[in-house]
């Protein structure tokens, strides 16, 4: 029976994430798998991948074979790598401490890369939001000012139109004041011609 290591999908659509397995290679996608090896999210930035780094390169080294994305992930952390220094071991090329020295030595730089990485990309990220958020501080800015400069033009309209009313309402009593003392003076007379 052919076994191959490959990913079945999980999770909802447009956010996908995959269970790193081990399989008949008859199997569909997403069908009956031997054993489960790890998960892989792609959605992340980085990708994560979980690993169980001793059962993955106990199947590789029983003969399972990794599709091309198995590959690559396996690659990435290592397995492919530590197989083929095993293999040097069983030929005699190496002796197992120096073999465990050059793993390590890569595990290492290899770490050291992917953390540059995940630190450029933060920065990155942080540069982003930064950028957003003085973007958006100018633009609160600007709509200040200019609910500033409407609030004072009504507010300028506002005591316009209060003067005009206290105009109107002063002339209106000028003229109350002055058509009154003529009503009096006519009733006076009036009165005066009676007696």
Request: proline letters at 4%.
């Amino acid at each position: 029976m052919p076994v191959k290591i490959k990913l079945t999908r999980r999770g909802r659509k447009k956010q996908p994430f995959y269970h790193i397995v081990v399989a008949d290679s008859r199997a569909p996608r997403d069908g009956k798998y031997i054993e489960k090896l790890g998960m892989y999210d792609p959605t992340r930035k980085p990708a994560t991948i979980d690993l169980d780094f001793d059962k993955a390169l106990s199947w590789v080294q029983k003969g399972a074979q990794p599709t091309e994305t198995c590959r690559a992930i396996l690659s990435y952390k290592g397995v492919m790598y530590k197989k083929h220094l095993l293999r040097g071991v069983e030929k005699n090329a190496l002796t197992e401490e120096e073999a465990e020295r050059k793993f390590n030595e890569w595990l290492t730089e290899k770490e050291q890369k992917i953390n540059a990485e995940r630190d450029k990309i933060l920065s990155a990220q942080k540069a982003e939001e930064e950028k957003q958020l003085e973007a958006e501080k100018k633009l609160n800015e600007e709509r200040a000012q200019e609910l500033a400069k409407k609030n004072a033009e009504e507010a300028a309209e506002e005591s316009a139109e209060t003067e005009e009313k206290a105009e109107e309402t002063a002339e209106a009593k000028t003229e109350e004041n002055t058509e009154a003392p003529e009503e009096e003076k006519t009733e006076d007379s009036t009165e005066n011609k009676e007696e």
